[in-house]
């Protein structure tokens, strides 16, 4: 009871409320009893109708306390303090006896609230009850009726009795509603009539059903048609705030709302919260902060998504060792460590691919892509053989491309000794990953032997692609198995042209001309009209006939002569010369020289120029091991030497036989090539250089270079390369920025075969070499413009380097070091830095005196020209 | 849309195949009609051109996981699953005392 009603009650000089008689109630008092009542405000009620039975103490104010009484009741039961209402009645029947009657109604409401509804109810079997109170219990059973089961089974109701059918349906679809999805039919409710009491919980169903379909409007829809006084309209807020969060926050909710958000609808807001905190954690680098937000984010992840929870606990566990964290830590923060699925494998190799310039990184990335292969393939990812196998170890050949050889070796030596199967990952999982788990010692290393890993790659997937890949990865790092390659490519796919060719080259190089021309038949069989094979079979009938003269088969060589005749590629160009030159030769075996003449004429008459004629003829006797014949008077030269020695170097080159320069020819090459206004055909003048090259005749090959240039865009990109290797080491600027340019124009002009060609030469010569940056970036046309202006106007061979004078004066060139019996600076600097071994065996592989050679590399030989040491 | 996963811009599975892949493009480009949505459907055609090509598609799904991802990105896309629980959670509302 109110002390502080009480106390302003008592208090005698307050005026009256109202002037009325002692005996009598006034309206107003009446009025505004009924009022506190209706505001909920059951305590100054029952105070103020307490104040006006004192006063009037006559059965009329006792109706009006017992009112208040039942209101006082109601809330009380309203609040759950069923025992405080308990209590209050038995104290009301003792002082008023004439409550009985109302008392019965209260304990039917009391009743009612703990889910026994029979004796409320059973009025409603009286057919005379009073409309009023026929409502009056509808609206109780609207406003408290959520025991649906309680309904369903009152016993004071007839079993058909509409409001028993309805609580059933309802309770049967409101449970199957919460519990998985229903059928359309199950909601239809025909047991549920519009004015029935229970009719909110039927729209309720439907909006809980709306709400698992993920139809928010509708959901939505159907709790806005929820009467707003009933019992069903208490679940709307969790609903309204699972359905859209911008309603309702969770902290408006009650606490048992909030729960049921939690538990069938939660946010990701927390989530989302937490996640932000440790990446930002994880961003500071703060361990400290990392580890506690780590804790935070799996407990909130737990409750909020758990399905959610392994995915995370992976990418902490990734995110945590990329920030330097102990993963005993991570694991412990976490409440255990996180699942070693592929997933994590995939995440792991990522994260130390991200750690690039390591090698040991490298190398663990190669492990954990296979231990993620390993574990794909258990999971069903995929097969273990097809194409997403192969793209697997092509990524972990990508990975080794960027090792050196030495890394390799110490990357390998590494983890034959210290490679532990990554044990550690393992512990504390369950049996199915662990049984993956390589033991120390009996892990396979061919994750770090990239010939392994594309020989799987082609087994996984033995397609073109990947067999280039191998076929390629061969002839750079292992020539010896470059053949073997081949040979399984051509078992794996026998109509691919590439390997056959190789194959071919292969055993052309062994001289081993009759295997080639078997492989050359075969690629023809395939593909007759492919241009390298037709070149091919030409090529090989010119070496196998070039062996047969050299070996004084006649008739061997007769016989290939006649096939080389008969092919169309034979009679394009020059070549009618070369075959005309090899059958004077042939008809000079066997003494025919009437033949031999007339083989002689027709090869003049096909070169067009006697000189020409000469030096192929010259050429041609060479290869074939024969003394030089002379037919006759020497033909008078009717064109310069350059261009009837460059028609032969590119003839030679088109079928195969380089022509090897004479020695007194190159100063009288050197003077015409060096006279201005020159108009050269590009072709021999390239073929020229070649050869210049071969020979290591590097100041012809710049003069060649510079002429060639000069003649404006066509073949720029040939004579810039070759300028390029024609300059001598101390160059480097010079020599990056013409092959950078070289690259940059064969690039524009899809000329694959230049590009190729630099690549290996910048590969074989330049890979010792610090060289700078110019040379792999692209340049634009003024710069390429500004390179060939510069390489025309430089004429002048750089015999010598140019002396850098000390503070002293004295010259710091190589040659003045010398003369004073000082080692150059630069050479100092070079020892200092790598060592005296490693310093002399370069200069050795550079002399070409010993040391480890590299196969197929071709230095240019420094002897004829003013080597700086 | 906020993705670059081309399987979320087409909203597709993993193991969705040709089939699944040209159909959810039709269905996205009507969506993102590229008069309406230039954007949008730029994202959808480099999706979808990532995603037609055989190789490519494999070397995106087995290779694109991105270690330093924030952590925060995994729940993009990521729709809050409505758990069934039964009555009794719903019904604990109702037994609480009204406010």
Redo the contacts between chains.
Sequence with gaps: MSQKYKSGRSDSSQPALFEVQPADIHPKERERVSQLIALNKSGPALDFAKDIHKRCHNAASEGLLLDAYGARLASLV???LDREATALMVLVRERYPSSSERLGEWNAVVAARQGNWGAFLEPLNDPSLPAEKRAAIAAKVRRDG?DLPALAECRTLPPEHPLRTAAAALHKA??DV???PVADEALALPEVSRSSPLAPWKMLVRA?AA??R?DDALCEKCLAAVAADS?AA??AP?LHT?ASAKLHQPQDL????A??VN??????EA??AA??R??SA?DRRNQQSILQDVAN?VTVCRQA?P??LD??RQ??S??AM?AGLKPDKVAAAMHGPSLKNA?FW???A??FE?DKGKPMAIGQACSAWEEFRKHAVREG??PAKG??AA??YL?IADQLRHLGPDDLEDVRHSFEYHFDGHAGYYKGQPPEIRALMSGRGKVDLYFLSPHSVLERACEADPCTENFQQWLHHAEEASPATCDQVAERWCAALPRDIPPLLHLMRSAEERNALQKAFKLMERAEHIDGLNTEVRRARLRLLVSMSVRHLREKKANLAGKDLRQMEALPQAQQGDRPAFVAALRFVWCILRDAKQEAASAHAEAVRFLGDGATAQFLFLQVERWCGRPHSELGNPARPTTPLWVAFGRVCALGEDMGMPVDLIHEMQAQLMKELSAPNISPNPRPLAALGEAAIRQDHFPLAYTIAGAGLAQGAEGQARFLFLRARSLPPWEEERRSSCLAAASDLARRQHDSDLLKRIGEWRDEELDWLDVPEQATAALGAAEIGNIVQREIEARAFPSSRPGVPRGDGECQCPACCAERGEIPRELMETVDQFGPEAVVQALAEMLGIGGKKKRGRHRPRLDDIDFPF | MTHDDPRQVLGIPLEAGDDEIRAAYLRKVREYPPDRAPQEFEKVRDAYETLRDPVRRTRHSLLSADPKQPLSSLLEGRVCERRFTGPEPWLAILREPRP
């Design positions: 309203e609040r759950g959520f409101f449970t919460t519990s998985g809980i709400y698992y993920r019992a208490r679940l969790a699972m009650s606490p048992a709302a729960a049921l538990e069938a609808g939660g946010s990701l989530l989302r996640l932000k440790l990446d994880l984010a998504e399905g959610l995915r995370l990418h902490i990734v995110r990329m997933y995939r995440l792991l990522r994260s991200e990812w995929f194409p997403e793209t697997l990524r």
